[in-house]
């Protein structure tokens, strides 16, 4: 069945480090990919999106590309800062079905 | 705007209690409901996802039910919790898109249940 795989965490990096957090899937077909955040203590949030190849998804400094070649859609910021921190969840979702959650990644930041 | 509540934000219930968790959502109609469960530090289940009034689908086999009794409302409940239902809930939707696709999920704040 369809899969999401993410890097184990939990990542921890200095303030103003590059950040890569790894997510491959596994599908029959082209699903859309997404990005969604998740603070201590509530729900998640959308951070990013991409529906096709090649589509790049960007919001507040994160960016994610869809690469159908390698099945990923690994997720980068330039410059984390303390306030990055939270767990990280990529999914995938076929037209018309259900969400398919990755384990997520805790990353934490420190000063 | 769409917002999506879910209450209550805490609760601590013994085992053999009922349960009932209730979410809501503004601002949009005919939504796709669904209830998710977390436990500590682990991901995301899929309990119950919903098309609609009345239409239910079950994801796990378990001792929690779901309901919608209206358009915007999505319940969850149990006759008797066990231990193992501890865990942060969460209740999301989604709508369709123009193409006749599901949109992608927005999720509520949750509501973090122990069993004792």
């Known amino acids: 069945g369809d899969s999401v795989t993410q890097m184990e965490g939990p990542v921890t990096l200095s303030e103003e480090a590059f950040l890569t957090i790894n997510c491959t899937y596994t599908?029959?077909?082209?699903?859309?990919l997404f990005w969604y955040v998740q603070y201590p203590g509530e729900g998640l949030q959308l951070l990013l999106k991409a529906t096709k190849a090649d589509d790049k998804g960007s919001n507040k400094g994160f960016e994610a590309t869809y690469r159908k070649e390698t099945t990923s859609f690994h997720l980068e910021k330039g410059s984390v800062q303390v306030s990055d921190s939270a767990v990280y969840f990529c999914?995938?979702?076929?037209?018309?079905?259900?969400?398919?959650f990755g384990p997520g990644t805790r990353l934490s930041v420190l000063p | 705007s769409q917002t999506i509540h879910q209450w209550p934000a805490t609760l601590v219930q013994p085992v053999g209690s009922p349960l009932s968790l209730e979410c809501t959502v503004e601002g949009t109609s005919n939504p796709n409901l669904y209830w998710y469960r977390q436990a500590a530090g682990r991901g995301l289940q899929l309990l119950f996802y919903s098309v609609g009034i009345g239409q239910i689908s079950s994801e796990v086999p378990q001792n929690l039910s779901a309901s919608r009794p209206q358009d915007r409302q999505f319940i969850l409940s149990s006759k008797k919790l066990l231990l193992s239902d501890s865990g942060f809930y969460l209740c999301a939707w989604s709508s369709i898109g123009a193409s006749g696709g599901w949109n992608e999920q927005f999720f509520g704040p949750g509501t973090r249940l122990t069993v004792l």
């Open positions: 999914a995938l979702r076929y037209y018309g079905q259900n969400f398919v």
């Open positions: 599908a029959t077909g082209y699903p859309s």
